[in-house]
């Protein structure tokens, strides 16, 4: 047997995040860091290897709990592969962010070790094949993630956590009721109680789809998140520390998007080809009512997460979809839309900590005196609203076509909803950056303005920063490896139930 | 239910027959009360404290302790009749259960439920 | 005649009487009370090494005494289970009893004898010898239940409430005790026999009418009885006021070993004695509402409670109503296909076991170090003590139920095997899983305070030697037990199939 370099994915993480926890704070961010290096050149070496067709690689098979159809079975295609490497590079910047102050105490070993745990749990959900494995490392992202919120975040961190569990937990304990339906009811087209998701495919009767998808749903919808799902998000994004937000919009958010490509569209098509032009609706109207929110948040961090849920809103445009176009959009635009919210809210989040405040109308002018910031800031938010030569435009491109293709009005609602939605973008950008600095005139000059204590970028900053803009400027002009590694995947795994897709890959090669 | 039905016909005629005896007394019987009559001791002196009283736990204690050795050595009884018959084994058993009452014995003494003060 | 194998068969019985013995006569010689809790927990390697030995032995004789004694599998599981139980609570008690208990070999002999009582209870065919074998278990549980003779320091009243404790269990014990036995007797009635093998033989035989009435009240009688012992709802009156009222090993010891013993004699009474086979519908739609009432009312009412030893009798009565779940679901679908769902029940038994020693101990530790017993005295424990924080959260997560811990993966188990049983069964696994979404309000509400919340002064707290292993243990079981679930599961499913093919074997 070689060795098992998934389980090493998983595992470096979760029990160097144990390890990391008992550790003193100064020697805390050094390991932690240096684990998340170790599993991000892991899951470097499963990419470099990885060959371009269809289906599971390295996979690993190792009975757990046979007679719960719980087996120990990783492995890794195209759409989680790329998945898993977002995750390992925000949880080295989160990590490698947060040099400096751990928030609310002294428990820095604590922080970085959660922070490696939620790590571990979002490549746990990422490289499972198994239904009840892929619900057990949904369950250990959990913790950590209130964990972190609830003791590291802002003033209002209880309230945050508390919504946080209470929707999560109720979508994954709806799942639950699913992953235990969903094995009762293939028993007997399969021969024996199973949950391995290979095996399971083509085995779900018709009749169980409907109800089984409303459970898988809930939990993914909860997470993705869809609207009207989505009103925990905005409180923990906006309350969780920045590094921890990194991680949480980057990689977490897109382990809901995942469910429903992985779990949802090969196990239940006729529930999820009945269901697609109603989530498709929720999609539209999410991306419109978070961009409007989105426009009128006086806090930026707010406005990132609104940004945030109305960007995810295209990616489920896409993954419903249903053919091959809009999914290899959905799966790119998960990738780029990690990389351009992680670096938004690192900015966002270095803002705040250099100025003090959050909101908009305190600042002003920042441009003139912070021109790194500007510049990247500028870039940020330019692939945030789909610039063609950076890398969101790709995947919004594709994922719009495919929708164009599926349903030609959502594909029309969906490009245009997304045209002003990246008015609030700019807003905060000349918000901030540019115009005035407003408190100097407000109270006579007793307080100095807040853009006077701003120091611009600093090394360690750039440190983290450039890694992600550089991916930015890189799959904007050469994403085509991505959907190459990510199409055959698509067509072999997730639209195994769908009516066959009309053309496969023909788009694809146009941006190489 | 038909086996049950003659017991059913019993418990009936004995309860009507209870009422039937309490009823003639009661009926029947003259009566006539007076205050001696109804005093707690009719035969004796009027009685100067309340009957009921505290006492000492220690009653009690004395109380539970005899019972349940006395039980124990009464459980000895049937044994030992049959002692011929059980042979070896039984003297065994026997022997097993006086001295598991000796500990019993030996903790009951330990905690000085024997000392009256 | 009596023979050696009788003896043999009974040896992790009369090995834990004879420690229990020990213990008294040592106590009254030895001053040290460390030399009392040293022997008692080194002792449990006796009766555990008997077990072992009974285990190991192929094609053994099963049944001794006459066919009262039934040593199958399903008995060794629960004899291992209450050997481990032991364990525990010793370790646990060990400080707590220094401090604050005159009489400590008297607590520790009463919990063995109670040992011996619970593993009766899971290794007899025959209905007086688990009702004796009852009583054995619930006397010391009275008396340790009301031990607290002197007021924790900081906690004036604990010493009245202890015995307030003791009485109020005494009474609802006896009233149950006398439910059960009635049942028993009714059971008596209708069969004619008190062996469980003659009844499941008498009962196949059985036909409508008057009988199958009567029978149906024995039924529930005996479900009530035991009832009382597995705290379900409505039986569970007695738990919170006695879980907060005895002293906290107190409290560990009934949460664990009463509910254990309680859930072996009630499943062997009902499978053995075949009276799922004969039973109506009325039965199993009994104890499906049992088992919803129990999950329902523990979750709810445990969010409102501000002790922590309340909190856990409420949390141990829907854990009561999660095994329900299964045992609905034995009831329903009595055919030995449901060996699964009973192995299910057995290994959730062991894991709530192992999870909530864990959480007794850490409540102990915290107890001894600050004298607080309220969900509020957790605030910012992490701070204070992060060895013991991580632990306890580690417990509370498990038993709430969070993957990857065993907790979680024995209650799906139950829930996968209930799910399958078909009929109504779905929906009660669905209202199992709301409940587990209801639980986690208060167990993660605790993991929230030891974690969150600000502590009430910035100190570091000392847990001694003896709670450290408790917990050390616990953590490692739950560890083990998640990673090597598949092994537990057999070891469970050996003894359920045992049982099963007791029945077949009756039957014929």
């Known amino acids: ?448 303005p807040r853009t006077a204590v701003a120091r611009d970028l600093n090394a360690s900053d750039l440190a983290v920063l450039v890694p992600l803009l550089a991916l930015m400027v890189l799959l904007g002009f050469f994403p085509g490896p991505l959907p190459d590694r990510i199409e055959p995947s698509v067509t072999t795994s997730v639209l195994v139930g769908q009516h066959p897709a009309p053309t496969t890959a023909p788009l694809i090669t146009t941006h190489k | 239910m038909a086996p049950y039905l003659p017991i059913l016909i019993l418990m009936g005629l004995a309860f009507a027959f209870t009422l039937l005896v309490t009823m003639v007394t009661f009926i029947l019987g003259p009566k006539k009360p007076n205050a001696t009559k109804l005093s707690p001791y009719e035969c004796g002196i009027a009685e100067i404290t309340p009957p009921q009283r505290r006492f000492p736990v220690k009653y009690l204690v004395t109380g539970m302790l005899f019972i349940i050795f006395d039980i124990e050595a009464a459980s000895l009884l049937p044994l030992s009749i049959l002692m011929k018959r059980l042979g070896v084994t039984g003297l065994l058993e026997l022997v097993t259960f006086v001295a598991i009452l000796l500990i019993a014995f030996l903790y009951v003494w330990r905690k000085g439920a024997f000392t009256w003060e | 005649m009596l023979g050696q194998t009788d003896l043999w068969l009974l040896s992790p019985e009369i090995a834990m009487t004879g420690l229990a013995l020990l213990v008294v006569v040592l106590d009254f010689f030895v001053k040290r009370k460390a030399i009392i809790s040293i022997v008692s927990i080194a002792g449990l390697a006796v009766p555990a090494a008997c077990a072992t030995w009974i285990a190991v032995t192929d094609n053994r004789t099963i049944t001794g005494f006459y066919g009262m004694l039934r040593v199958d599998n399903y008995a060794l599981f629960f004899d291992f289970l209450f050997i481990l139980i032991g364990a525990g609570t010793v370790l646990a008690s060990y400080d707590y009893v220094r401090l604050y208990m005159k009489n400590a070999g008297e607590f520790y002999a009463l919990m063995l004898f109670a040992l011996v009582g619970a593993m009766l209870m899971a290794s007899t065919g025959e209905l007086i010898t688990i009702y004796i074998a009852l009583e054995l278990t619930s006397f010391p549980l009275y008396v340790m239940a009301g031990m607290l003779r002197n007021s924790v320091p900081g906690d004036p009243g ?214 607080g017993e309220r969900v509020r005295d957790f605030d910012g424990l992490v701070r204070r003590s992060p060895a013991l924080a991580l632990g306890m959260s580690l417990c509370l997560l498990s038993l709430a139920g969070i993957p990857p811990f065993a907790g979680a993966i024995s209650k799906i188990f139950i829930f996968i095997t209930a799910w399958q049983g078909g009929g109504f069964l779905p929906f009660i696994v669905i209202i199992a899983l709301l409940n587990s979404v209801i639980s986690l309000v208060y167990y993660a509400g605790v993991v929230y305070r030891i974690f969150v919340a600000p502590p009430p002064r910035e100190d570091r707290l000392r847990v001694s030697p003896a709670l450290t292993a408790a917990m050390t243990l616990s953590v490692i079981g739950i560890l083990a037990a998640t990673v090597f679930f598949q092994p537990l599961l057999l070891a469970g499913k050996m003894g359920a199939l045992d049982l099963f093919g007791f029945l077949t074997l009756a039957s014929k």
Request: contains cysteine.
């Open chain 1, 1 to 448: 047997m070689s060795f098992p370099i998934l389980s090493a994915i998983i595992f470096v993480p979760l029990v160097g995040g144990i390890i990391t926890a008992t550790l003193p704070r100064r020697v805390a961010w050094p390991v932690a860091l240096g684990i998340g290096l170790i599993d991000l050149a892991l899951i470097a070496a499963v990419g470099a290897q990885f060959g371009r067709i269809g289906g599971y690689q390295f996979a690993e098979h190792a009975p757990w709990i046979p007679s719960l159809g719980l087996e120990y079975s990783l492995g890794v295609d195209g759409i989680s592969l790329f998945l898993a490497i977002l995750t390992a590079l925000l949880a080295v910047i989160a990590i490698a962010s947060s040099r400096g102050e751990v928030p609310n105490g002294q428990r820095g070993g604590l922080y970085f070790g959660l922070m490696l745990l939620l790590a571990g749990g979002i490549q746990g959900v990422f490289l499972t094949t198994n239904v009840f494995l892929f619900y057990v490392f949904w369950e250990v992202m959990l913790v950590p993630a209130y964990l972190l919120i609830g003791t590291f975040g802002g003033p209002r961190r209880a309230y945050a956590a508390i919504k946080f569990v209470i929707y999560t937990a109720i979508g994954s304990l709806l799942m639950l009721a699913g992953v235990i339906g969903l094995g009762a009811v293939a028993t007997a087209s399969v021969g024996h109680f199973t949950l391995d998701l290979p095996t399971l495919v083509h085995h779900v009767p018709a009749g169980a789809q409907g109800w089984l998808f409303l459970a898988f749903f809930a939990a993914f919808a909860v997470k993705a998140p869809l609207f009207p799902f989505h009103s925990w998000l905005p409180d923990a994004y906006t309350e969780a520390p920045t590094p921890v937000t990194v991680l949480l919009a980057g990689a977490m958010s897109k382990t809901g998007a995942y469910g429903f490509i992985r779990f949802c569209l090969p196990l239940f098509p006729n529930a999820v080809r009945d269901a697609a032009p109603i989530i498709e609706t929720l999609a539209v109207i999410g991306i419109l009512y978070c961009a409007v929110q989105a426009l009128v948040q006086p806090d930026f961090k707010r406005l990132l997460a609104y940004s945030s849920i109305s960007h995810m809103g295209v990616i489920l445009l896409g993954i419903f979809a249903l053919n091959a176009q809009g999914l290899d959009g959905a799966v790119l635009q998960m990738i780029n839309h990690g990389i351009t919210t992680g670096a938004l809210f690192l900015i966002a989040g270095i803002i705040a900590e250099r100025t003090q405040t959050r909101s908009i109308r305190e600042l002003g002018g920042l441009a003139t005196r912070l021109p790194m910031q500007v510049l990247v800031f500028c870039v940020a938010a330019l692939s945030s609203l789909g610039l063609p030569g950076l890398n969101s435009f790709a995947g919004e491109f594709l994922a719009l076509l495919g929708a164009f293709q599926a349903n030609v009005v959502f594909g029309v609602l969906g490009t245009l909803v997304v045209i002003p939605a990246a008015w609030y973008l700019l807003r905060f950008f000349q918000g901030v950056m540019e115009g005035p600095s407003p408190s100097l005139s407000d109270d006579g000059g007793t307080t100095r």
């Open chain 3, 158 to 371: 604990s010493a009245s409430r202890s015995s307030e404790a003791g009485i109020k269990y005494v009474l609802l014990g006896a009233m149950s005790s006398a439910i059960l036995l009635y049942g028993m007797a009714l059971l008596y009635g209708t069969t004619g026999s008190t062996d469980l093998g003659e009844i499941a033989r008498a009962l196949t035989s059985i036909g409508k009418g008057p009988d199958s009435l009567v029978l149906l009240l024995a039924e529930v009688f005996i479900f009530a009885g035991f009832g009382f012992k597995i705290s379900a709802v409505p039986f569970h009156m007695w738990a919170p006021d006695i879980y907060q009222g005895a002293p906290t090993p107190g409290t560990l010891f009934f949460s664990v070993a009463s509910k254990t013993a309680g859930f072996a004699a009630l499943i062997r009474v009902f499978v053995d004695g075949g009276l799922f086979s004969a039973s109506s519908f009325y039965l199993w739609g009994l104890i499906g509402v049992a088992a919803v009432l129990s999950m329902t009312l523990g979750n709810v009412v445990a969010i409102a409670q501000t002790d922590i030893k309340r909190m856990m009798a409420y949390s141990s009565i829907a854990q009561a109503g999660y095994i329900l779940v299964g045992f609905t679901a034995l009831a329903f679908n009595p055919s030995s296909a449901s060996a699964s769902t009973n192995s299910a029940m057995l290994v959730f038994l062991a894991v709530y076991v192992i999870s909530n020693i864990g959480a007794f101990a850490g409540i102990i530790a915290l107890a001894n170090a600050t004298g």
